[in-house]
């Protein structure tokens, strides 16, 4: 009770300050050419709204990027919420007003209504970019009617047609909120950055041998004859020449990057390794793997307790915090990427598999209901339902690995042959000419 009432002193403190400084950035008016792009989170954990800040940029606006922390979770949502729209109209008030907001959703509880209720009190035309439903991110946790689920679905519903102007990320979700929400919404498609491409060999080469320093799955297993020669698990570079070659016999790389939230069940992974271990212990050929998994979340601990119990023999799971620029050198050098991402409303798409395949690389992904918008089964990846399925795909596309004519290296050059607009391009097209319109 005493933090509620500390939350509505500091309300009750501040909000008539916000309305002074209001009106005087009303009267002095905004600017023609500012824009505030809001995440109510870890700005790290959104390239999307990242990339619409850079296109702005590139437009010629003056563009503002606000993240938050998102607090402890010991907090009752209640208090947490009210010090975040605090906190949140309290920034944004502070700043020079814009002629735009940009906001992620979700999280959307409570920056949808104070965004725009800034945009009442600035002129400011509030932009929504829904990447999910934050309520069915909600139901993960507290079931599908929880009081608290509920009472973000109508929230949700409602500020959400407050919005100017509304981007989405698939098709479906499009039509979703025309048809459900009343909503209309532009499909704005998720593209790969310009870096994330295929990864020539010498870099390779420095990749495997820097992670080899912290992580044994990138060393070689046997030391060269030449003693100045560098081996990784991978590839080998002349000592005299410099030139860099793969190894005879390497294993096979398999990459996949998560969060560790309840959307994503890698036990599914896990158990297909096991099938395709026990295929190479019953004498059957196939390479060896090393699984390289990255991210960091709340589940990662509990998943690395299972990767610890069990006993692979000819395969190597890791669980490595990559620097920025490593990741996507680390995709573009890999043979396969593995996604478990299963959305919660059915909805989104996953950001991972866009950048897989900028970089060229085949994906395995778990169906969900629009997954089809991104992978296209038997054209740049294939798609799975469990665990059995996937252990059948690793057989198939690993059979007499690393063989060029396989199924593996066909999907990698529909992936090469493809047309794919980067995201720079593709924003050009889309969502400048909504921006020019309002």
Same mark, same amino acid.
């Given at each position: 009770?005493?933090?509620?009432?500390?939350?509505?002193?500091?309300?009750?403190?501040?909000?008539?300050?916000?309305?002074?400084?209001?009106?005087?950035?009303?009267?002095?008016?905004?600017?023609?050419?500012?824009?505030?792009?809001?995440?109510?989170?870890?700005?790290?954990?959104?390239?999307?709204?990242?990339?619409?800040?850079?296109?702005?940029?590139?437009?010629?606006?003056?563009?503002?990027?606000?993240?938050?922390?998102?607090?402890?979770?010991?907090?009752?949502?209640?208090?947490?919420?009210?010090?975040?729209?605090?906190?949140?109209?309290?920034?944004?008030?502070?700043?020079?007003?814009?002629?735009?907001?940009?906001?992620?959703?979700?999280?959307?509880?409570?920056?949808?209504?104070?965004?725009?209720?800034?945009?009442?009190?600035?002129?400011?035309?509030?932009?929504?970019?829904?990447?999910?439903?934050?309520?069915?991110?909600?139901?993960?946790?507290?079931?599908?009617?929880?009081?608290?689920?509920?009472?973000?679905?109508?929230?949700?519903?409602?500020?959400?047609?407050?919005?100017?102007?509304?981007?989405?990320?698939?098709?479906?979700?499009?039509?979703?909120?025309?048809?459900?929400?009343?909503?209309?919404?532009?499909?704005?498609?998720?593209?790969?950055?310009?870096?994330?491409?295929?990864?020539?060999?010498?870099?390779?080469?420095?990749?495997?041998?820097?992670?080899?320093?912290?992580?044994?799955?990138?060393?070689?297993?046997?030391?060269?004859?030449?003693?100045?020669?560098?081996?990784?698990?991978?590839?080998?570079?002349?000592?005299?020449?410099?030139?860099?070659?793969?190894?005879?016999?390497?294993?096979?790389?398999?990459?996949?990057?998560?969060?560790?939230?309840?959307?994503?069940?890698?036990?599914? /992974?896990?158990?297909?390794?096991?099938?395709?271990?026990?295929?190479?212990?019953?004498?059957?050929?196939?390479?060896?793997?090393?699984?390289?998994?990255?991210?960091?979340?709340?589940?990662?601990?509990?998943?690395?307790?299972?990767?610890?119990?069990?006993?692979?023999?000819?395969?190597?799971?890791?669980?490595?915090?990559?620097?920025?620029?490593?990741?996507?050198?680390?995709?573009?050098?890999?043979?396969?990427?593995?996604?478990?991402?299963?959305?919660?409303?059915?909805?989104?798409?996953?950001?991972?598999?866009?950048?897989?395949?900028?970089?060229?690389?085949?994906?395995?992904?778990?169906?969900?209901?629009?997954?089809?918008?991104?992978?296209?089964?038997?054209?740049?990846?294939?798609?799975?339902?469990?665990?059995?399925? /996937?252990?059948?795909?690793?057989?198939?596309?690993?059979?007499?690995?690393?063989?060029?004519?396989?199924?593996?290296?066909?999907?990698?050059?529909?992936?090469?042959?493809?047309?794919?607009?980067?995201?720079?391009?593709?924003?050009?097209?889309?969502?400048?000419?909504?921006?020019?319109?309002?």
């Amino acid at each position: 009770m005493a933090a509620s009432y500390v939350a509505m002193l500091a309300l009750s403190i501040y909000f008539p300050l916000l309305l002074l400084i209001a009106w005087k950035r009303w009267r002095r008016g905004r600017s023609p050419r500012h824009v505030v792009v809001v995440v109510l989170g870890d700005v790290g954990r959104s390239p999307r709204m990242q990339y619409h800040s850079l296109a702005l940029a590139r437009r010629g606006f003056s563009v503002t990027l606000l993240g938050f922390c998102i607090g402890p979770s010991i907090l009752q949502y209640g208090i947490k919420v009210v010090f975040q729209a605090v906190h949140l109209l309290w920034k944004l008030m502070c700043r020079e007003p814009a002629t735009y907001i940009f906001l992620q959703n979700p999280p959307g509880l409570p920056a949808i209504a104070v965004c725009w209720f800034v945009g009442c009190l600035c002129g400011s035309k509030l932009v929504i970019d829904w990447h999910n439903y934050g309520y069915s991110i909600m139901g993960l946790v507290h079931g599908p009617n929880h009081y608290i689920v509920l009472l973000a679905k109508w929230y949700e519903k409602l500020c959400g047609r407050l919005s100017h102007l509304n981007l989405c990320v698939t098709n479906e979700m499009r039509e979703d909120l025309a048809e459900n929400w009343g909503i209309k919404a532009v499909t704005v498609y998720d593209k790969p950055a310009s870096f994330f491409k295929e990864t020539p060999l010498d870099l390779q080469h420095w990749l495997f041998m820097k992670l080899g320093h912290t992580y044994s799955a990138f060393r070689a297993s046997s030391e060269p004859l030449d003693p100045a020669t560098e081996r990784s698990a991978f590839t080998e570079q002349d000592a005299g020449s410099g030139m860099v070659t793969r190894l005879h016999g390497r294993p096979a790389l398999l990459v996949s990057s998560t969060s560790w939230t309840e959307d994503e069940d890698f036990s599914i /992974l896990l158990a297909a390794l096991e099938k395709f271990e026990q295929l190479i212990l019953n004498g059957e050929s196939f390479p060896s793997l090393v699984c390289v998994i990255t991210g960091k979340g709340p589940l990662k601990e509990h998943y690395s307790r299972l990767i610890d119990q069990k006993h692979f023999q000819h395969i190597q799971v890791c669980t490595p915090w990559l620097e920025a620029e490593d990741y996507p050198l680390l995709l573009g050098s890999a043979d396969l990427g593995v996604c478990l991402h299963k959305s919660s409303s059915g909805l989104d798409l996953p950001m991972k598999v866009v950048d897989m395949f900028g970089c060229c690389l085949p994906v395995c992904a778990v169906n969900f209901r629009c997954l089809h918008e991104l992978v296209k089964h038997e054209e740049n990846g294939l798609v799975f339902k469990d665990s059995e399925e /996937l252990a059948a795909q690793l057989q198939m596309l690993f059979s007499k690995f690393p063989d060029p004519s396989g199924k593996l290296n066909q999907f990698r050059k529909n992936l090469q042959e493809s047309e794919q607009l980067c995201w720079d391009e593709n924003w050009k097209q889309t969502v400048l000419p909504l921006l020019v319109d309002t």
